[in-house]
């Protein structure tokens, strides 16, 4: 029997991809689950999916809240317990991307990301640390392998997917003697629509996917169900790193000779070549985010 079972899991970004395909598979271990994000026809769907195939129509319960809103956060997490009577885990998992560079994104849009992945941790985990502390829970915080790397075109995403990682190392080490869990978790492409999306409007990107393909992690596009299972393995047993696929693993081991100056040398020159063409393609495009963010 999972751990999990009768426990309350809150997840964020729950409407689809990684959140969507994580409370499916958590559904399955017996957890109750608190679905929070901003599109309440998917999420009312998903809860409606959940508690059919479940044991009953009162299991799952979601609620509409943009995690830069703390007021918002702070009505989800209660309405959670008063639901639920107590939160166990929290899956930290809302994120956006934004295109092109800081030279032609509106500033706005920029901070937006930021704001979405790095702030909206932030803000979730601190409403509902209070609950975690009760009942001696665990939260899993979603970086991505951008935490320690740099890519043109990624600023904002890589700057608040490291944040998260950092954010993430800190509280293990001041919630600890509370008995509360903390992981961290690095991805690299996950099929969802974040990334289709990327795919779809940056030509550039799916070629340079294409050529690496073969060639480790970041030329490997992994099935979202592998990430969920992965996630929900790393709740039972309260691990302190995820790492989806596992040979991230060896990425974070060199990080310091990714973001080094020899690094820099050799992608300085990529640079120069893609990075007026990428620019081109999202002025073309007319918006810095994708079809399916919100």
Not at 39 to 50: G, Q
Not at 172 to 192: F, K, N, P, Q, S
Not at 250 to 271: C, E, N, T, Y
């Amino acid at each position: 029997m999972s751990p999990l079972k009768n426990r309350t899991v809150v997840i964020t970004g729950a409407a689809r991809g990684i959140g969507a395909a994580t409370a499916r598979r958590l559904a399955d271990t017996g957890a109750r689950l608190s679905l929070v994000g901003l599109e309440p026809t998917l999420l009312a769907a998903l809860t409606k999916e959940l508690c059919d195939k479940g044991l009953g129509a009162d299991r799952h319960a979601w609620f509409e809240c943009d995690v830069t809103d703390q007021a918002a956060v702070d009505a989800a997490i209660d309405g959670t317990v008063e639901r639920f009577g107590r939160i166990d885990a929290v899956v930290a998992n809302a994120g956006i991307a934004d295109r092109g560079t800081v030279a032609i994104n509106p500033p706005a849009d920029v901070a937006r990301t930021i704001e979405v992945n790095l702030v909206g941790t932030v803000r979730t985990v601190g409403a509902a640390l209070p609950h975690l502390i009760e009942t001696r829970g665990y939260c899993l915080l979603v970086s991505s392998a951008a935490a320690f790397s740099a890519m043109p075109g990624m600023a904002a995403y890589n700057a608040s997917k490291a944040g998260v990682e950092r954010f993430g190392d800190t509280l293990r080490l001041e919630v600890a003697h509370r008995r509360v869990g903390v992981g961290v978790a690095y991805m690299t492409w996950i099929d969802t629509d974040l990334v289709r999306d990327v795919r779809d409007d940056l030509t550039s990107f799916d070629d340079n996917l294409k050529r690496m393909r073969g060639r480790g992690p970041l030329g490997t596009v992994v099935p979202v169900e592998e990430c969920a299972r992965a996630f929900v393995h790393a709740i039972e047993h309260r691990s302190r790193q995820v790492y989806v696929p596992g040979s991230v693993r060896a990425l974070q081991a060199v990080r310091g000779l990714i973001s080094g100056p020899a690094s820099f040398r050799l992608m300085r020159r990529d640079a120069a070549r893609n990075v007026p063409k990428l620019e081109e393609t999202v002025r073309r495009l007319g918006r810095s985010f994708g079809r399916n963010s919100v």
